[in-house]
């Protein structure tokens, strides 16, 4: 039996899991001491009940998803249209270097799946696949070189690898990043505000704070966000090629930019900052749980042990990492134990995800405006050039045999 949510109903079963997420983690100790996001916690319960129905009953439930994408440039929307020029070359610095940070990573991702794949004998590119390519790139990553594996190098099942790929890494990420800030926050004793201050993004309301919001700041706000989307979109669309394509969120992030800063520098309008941190919490939330209850446990069931494997190397390896580079070579403070909650998130599923790790650990501790600033400018910005490039690099290697 097969049963269609249609949008509407998809977004109020969105709306649940969060409510449902929220209640779960404030009765259960656990959940709240290792800062586990709302939405992985309501969208994983859901998911869990999905797949039970469809396993036990035979009941396939889906979801009209038409809203998610809109949410998620609207999201991203929000943090470019909170870049402030200022903000941006205060943390010019600490940018770079974490930047370099994230590519050692993307490197070393890369190299444990090939080899792994290889030792498992295993086509190389299914390493790439199950590497950078969806750990750092995610689902709309892994689909782009899914399908040009099958029809480039009849790599057979790629897309079917990409995605359970992609999923387990946004399931594990959201579920790591938590609890290694709070062992780097508790075991080094670090307190909120001992890094740089810098001025908030969007994604930072936490906990049960509430800001002011007026129709006007709404509606202003909210068509700037539009704009973005639909400027972005667009050319995204048109500015495709075979050689490097940025994906649609990342051109609305850059025209957020664009019109923040020629607004701000032009005198013409001051972007309201409160409004811009709400929509883009609710946005991300959203986004968040429509993504998870529409997850599809029963492909990672299906993966061959082999890639369960490399993905359960892939990670301890970024757990690794974040845990013994990533904190300590951004500086040892509270900021760099929030920015590891955030290197993990997008490190194995997404940019969302590593924000709402940051929402999590930020809700309990403090704010950490330092993080919020870095983590959505290299998770959005940067990460996805990096990591054509270093893709690109790996498949210029003999041993793949390309």
Same mark, same amino acid.
């Given at each position: 039996?097969?049963?269609?949510?249609d949008?509407?109903?998809?977004?109020?079963a969105?709306?649940?899991?969060?409510?449902?997420?929220?209640?779960?983690?404030?009765?259960v100790g656990?959940?709240?001491?290792?800062?586990?996001?709302?939405?992985?916690?309501?969208?994983?319960l859901?998911a869990l009940?999905?797949?039970?129905?469809? *396993? /036990?009953?035979?009941?396939? +439930? @889906?979801? $009209? %998803?038409?809203?998610? !994408?809109? =949410?998620?440039?609207?999201?991203?929307?929000?943090?470019g249209?909170s870049a402030d020029?200022?903000?941006l070359?205060?943390?010019?610095?600490t940018?770079?270097?974490f930047?370099?940070?994230?590519?050692?990573?993307?490197?070393?991702?890369?190299? *444990? /799946?090939?080899?792994?794949? +290889? @030792?498992? $004998? %295993?086509h190389?590119? !299914?390493? =790439?696949?199950?590497?950078?390519?969806t750990m750092?790139?995610?689902?709309?990553?892994?689909?782009?070189?899914a399908?040009r594996?099958?029809?480039?190098?009849n790599l057979?099942?790629a897309?079917e690898?990409?995605?359970a790929?992609?999923?387990?890494?946004?399931?594990?990420?959201?579920?790591?990043?938590?609890?290694i800030?709070?062992?780097?926050?508790?075991s080094?004793?670090l307190?909120?505000?001992?890094?740089?201050e810098?001025e908030?993004a969007?994604?930072?309301?936490g906990?049960?704070?509430?800001r002011?919001?007026s129709?006007?700041s709404?509606?202003e706000?909210?068509?700037l966000?539009?704009?973005?989307?639909?400027?972005?979109?667009?050319?995204?669309q048109?500015l495709?090629?075979?050689?490097?394509?940025?994906?649609?969120?990342?051109?609305?992030?850059?025209t957020?930019?664009?019109?923040r800063n020629a607004?701000?520098?032009s005198g013409?309008?001051?972007?309201?900052?409160?409004?811009i941190?709400?929509?883009?919490?609710?946005?991300?939330?959203?986004f968040?749980?429509?993504?998870?209850?529409?997850?599809?446990?029963?492909e990672?069931?299906?993966?061959?042990?082999p890639?369960l494997?490399?993905l359960?190397?892939?990670?301890?390896?970024?757990?690794a990492?974040?845990?013994?580079?990533t904190?300590?070579?951004?500086?040892s403070?509270?900021?760099a134990a929030?920015?590891?909650?955030?290197?993990?998130?997008?490190?194995?599923g997404?940019?969302?995800?590593?924000?709402a790790n940051?929402q999590a650990?930020?809700?309990?501790y403090?704010?950490s405006?330092q993080?919020?600033?870095?983590?959505?400018?290299v998770?959005?910005f940067?990460?996805?050039?990096?990591?054509?490039l270093?893709?690109q690099?790996?498949m210029?290697?003999?041993?793949?045999?390309l």
């Amino acid at each position: 039996m097969e049963m269609e949510i249609d949008v509407v109903s998809t977004l109020v079963a969105a709306i649940v899991v969060l409510l449902i997420g929220r209640v779960v983690i404030s009765k259960v100790g656990f959940l709240q001491r290792y800062n586990i996001p709302e939405p992985v916690v309501g969208g994983l319960l859901a998911a869990l009940v999905i797949t039970g129905l469809r *396993v /036990g009953a035979g009941m396939e +439930i @889906s979801f $009209d %998803m038409s809203l998610q !994408t809109p =949410l998620m440039l609207a999201f991203f929307a929000t943090i470019g249209l909170s870049a402030d020029v200022k903000t941006l070359m205060q943390g010019g610095r600490t940018v770079l270097v974490f930047f370099a940070v994230v590519v050692v990573m993307l490197v070393i991702q890369n190299a *444990v /799946g090939v080899a792994a794949a +290889i @030792s498992l $004998d %295993m086509h190389p590119l !299914t390493g =790439l696949l199950a590497g950078s390519i969806t750990m750092s790139g995610g689902h709309g990553t892994g689909a782009a070189y899914a399908t040009r594996f099958g029809e480039d190098y009849n790599l057979q099942g790629a897309m079917e690898v990409a995605m359970a790929c992609a999923t387990f890494g946004l399931v594990l990420g959201g579920l790591i990043g938590g609890p290694i800030a709070q062992r780097l926050i508790s075991s080094n004793n670090l307190k909120a505000g001992t890094g740089v201050e810098l001025e908030g993004a969007p994604g930072e309301l936490g906990g049960d704070e509430v800001r002011s919001l007026s129709p006007e700041s709404f509606l202003e706000t909210l068509f700037l966000i539009v704009i973005c989307v639909m400027i972005g979109s667009y050319l995204g669309q048109v500015l495709k090629n075979d050689y490097l394509t940025l994906p649609a969120f990342v051109w609305t992030l850059f025209t957020g930019v664009l019109i923040r800063n020629a607004l701000g520098l032009s005198g013409l309008r001051q972007v309201d900052g409160a409004t811009i941190d709400l929509l883009g919490t609710v946005s991300l939330s959203l986004f968040l749980a429509m993504a998870l209850i529409a997850l599809r446990l029963w492909e990672l069931v299906s993966l061959a042990l082999p890639i369960l494997a490399i993905l359960a190397v892939q990670a301890v390896a970024i757990a690794a990492y974040v845990y013994f580079v990533t904190f300590r070579v951004m500086g040892s403070n509270y900021d760099a134990a929030v920015m590891s909650a955030g290197h993990c998130g997008f490190g194995m599923g997404a940019t969302p995800t590593a924000i709402a790790n940051m929402q999590a650990v930020a809700g309990r501790y403090g704010h950490s405006p330092q993080a919020f600033l870095i983590i959505p400018i290299v998770g959005a910005f940067l990460i996805d050039l990096a990591n054509a490039l270093v893709i690109q690099g790996f498949m210029s290697l003999p041993q793949l045999g390309l």
